[in-house]
């Protein structure tokens, strides 16, 4: 398996513009979560997905944010209107089962720049 | 608010020197504890984790200590290597969050040759 694919890997955007982030997670995987990474906040979860159904959305900065996972093997993350404070690295993960001892493997993350 | 805290934000440390990380939390509902590496341009990978019913967990030169009643726990690099500089993360977790992880802010490790 690939891994945890994440795409674009950069993504540099004029502020007020939509952005859509997307997230491929390893086959057989049943939980999938997003989560942001700045300098100044570190990592933050901002919403998991488990059997494709949202669970807890707590984490989304603002109704700004929305994401989805129309199927098992695809989830979106997007900001409309964009903002130059949303400039971060997100990050998708995805892991088998909710168990604990289950690895939560990370995909290489999304680079994004509101200019 | 950071749940899990975590120090020191960076450390250097010698080759063959013993880099030490630690974390603490609040939440007695935390059940499991990884540790996160974390290389430029990459995503965070498990490094190794621990559950509350145990004190210690060792693999390879990487080892985790656990302090209940304290709260707290460390990662410990033996024999640190230059391609251990990486930033680390401690996290916690528990099931009710479908162990969504909560990291710390995490520690940049610079080991000299």
């Known amino acids: 398996d690939a891994g945890v694919i994440q795409s674009p890997r950069h993504e540099v955007t004029e502020m007020g513009q939509e952005v859509t982030l997307r997230c491929k997670p390893i086959?057989?995987?049943?939980?999938l979560f997003w989560y942001r990474q700045t300098m100044m906040r570190g990592l933050e979860l901002l919403i998991y997905?488990?059997?494709?159904?949202?669970?807890?959305d707590s984490g989304m900065p603002e109704d700004r944010f929305s994401a989805k996972m129309p199927n098992a093997s695809f989830s979106t993350l997007k900001i409309q209107p964009s903002e130059p404070r949303d400039s971060a690295v997100y990050f998708c993960?995805?892991?088998?089962?909710?168990?604990?001892?289950?690895?939560?493997?990370f995909g290489q993350g999304t680079r994004l720049t509101v200019v | 608010q950071q749940q899990v805290k975590q120090s020191p934000q960076s450390l250097i440390v010698q080759k063959g020197g013993i880099s030490i990380i630690n974390c603490a939390y609040e939440n007695t509902a935390f059940d499991y504890f990884p540790w996160y590496q974390q290389f430029p341009g990459k995503g965070p990978a498990l490094l190794i984790a621990i559950r509350p019913d145990v004190s210690e967990k060792k693999e390879g030169r990487f080892t985790i200590s656990f302090n209940k009643s304290a709260k707290q726990f460390s990662l410990h690099i033996m024999d640190s290597q230059p391609g251990d500089s990486a930033t680390y993360f401690c996290?916690?977790?528990?099931?009710?969050?479908?162990?969504?992880?909560?990291f710390g802010k995490g520690t940049s490790l610079l080991v000299t040759p």
């Open positions: 997905f488990n059997n494709n159904v949202p669970i807890d």
């Open positions: 086959s057989g995987h049943n939980s």
């Open positions: 996290a916690a977790t528990f099931s009710n969050s479908g162990y969504a992880l909560n």
């Open positions: 993960a995805s892991s088998f089962d909710n168990r604990p001892s289950t690895e939560a493997f």
